[in-house]
């Protein structure tokens, strides 16, 4: 069964410091895997996606995530946080078991930015 | 931007009521999605469909129906709301990403306080 674990609830960095949210997963099959980004009381904004393509996925504001086989991880980085990345990140693989691109989610990580 | 409408956006109904959302889609994608995102849980899927008049359960079904009479619109269906069933519910859609394969993208939800 697949399955994704991100490994903090919660973050907290100050603004200017980089940002590292961890995730892995259990995949039988090669995955793709994405990132989320929920801001509050908002809908999620699809952050980056690997498909195997490349093991550095770069997506929107500035945000980069490494694909690691070896360690079945998919961390997501930012060199220099903002106070608007404050929000909630979901990791997340997609379901090929059953071949309708159903999503299996992680729990989510709260990212707060101080000043 | 894929193009998905939710409505209502906020509704407030009473226990044993039915209540229906709508998604709406201008893009004929064929898969749609209903998740439904609580804390502590993550989003989960509730239904999904295939194709018009083809739909299938997802995680958590119980409580709920779905409908999908035109490719546009996805129905989700609460027969007899409970207050277990108040929730932030997400429709979703499956797109085809060129070069990257199938990507789901988010509307931006729907509050439903059941008292």
């Known amino acids: 069964a697949q399955s994704v674990t991100q490994l903090d609830s919660h973050v907290s960095v100050s603004e200017g410091t980089p940002v590292l949210l961890r995730c892995n997963y259990s995949?039988?099959?090669?995955?793709?895997l994405f990132w989320y980004v929920q801001h509050p009381n908002k809908g999620l904004q699809l952050l980056l996606k690997?498909?195997?393509?490349?093991?550095l996925v770069k997506g929107i504001n500035g945000f980069e995530a490494e694909f690691k086989k070896s360690e079945t991880s998919f961390h997501l980085t930012k060199p220099s946080a903002h106070m608007s990345d404050a929000a909630e990140y979901f990791c997340?693989?997609?379901?090929?078991?059953?071949?309708?691109?159903?999503?299996?989610f992680g729990q989510g990580t709260t990212l707060q930015v101080k000043p | 931007d894929a193009g998905i409408t939710q409505s209502p956006r906020h509704k407030v109904t009473e226990t044993g009521t039915p209540v229906t959302l709508r998604c709406h889609q201008t893009?004929?994608?064929?898969?749609m999605y209903w998740y439904r995102q609580d804390p502590g849980h993550g989003l989960r899927l509730i239904h999904y469909?295939?194709?018009?008049?083809?739909?299938d359960k997802g995680e958590v079904s119980d409580g709920y129906s779905v409908s999908r009479s035109k490719t546009e619109d996805f129905l989700l269906t609460l027969e007899s709301a409970t207050s277990s069933q108040t929730s932030v519910y997400f429709c979703?859609?499956?797109?085809?990403?060129?070069?990257?394969?199938?990507?789901?993208?988010f509307g931006e939800g729907s509050w439903l306080t059941v008292v």
């Open positions: 469909s295939y194709g018009v008049k083809d739909t």
């Open positions: 997340v693989v997609s379901d090929y078991t059953s071949n309708t691109g159903k999503l299996i």
């Open positions: 995949s039988s099959y090669s995955p793709s």
């Open positions: 893009e004929n994608h064929r898969y």
């Open positions: 690997y498909t195997s393509a490349a093991t």
């Open positions: 979703a859609i499956s797109a085809l990403d060129r070069g990257t394969g199938n990507t789901i993208y």
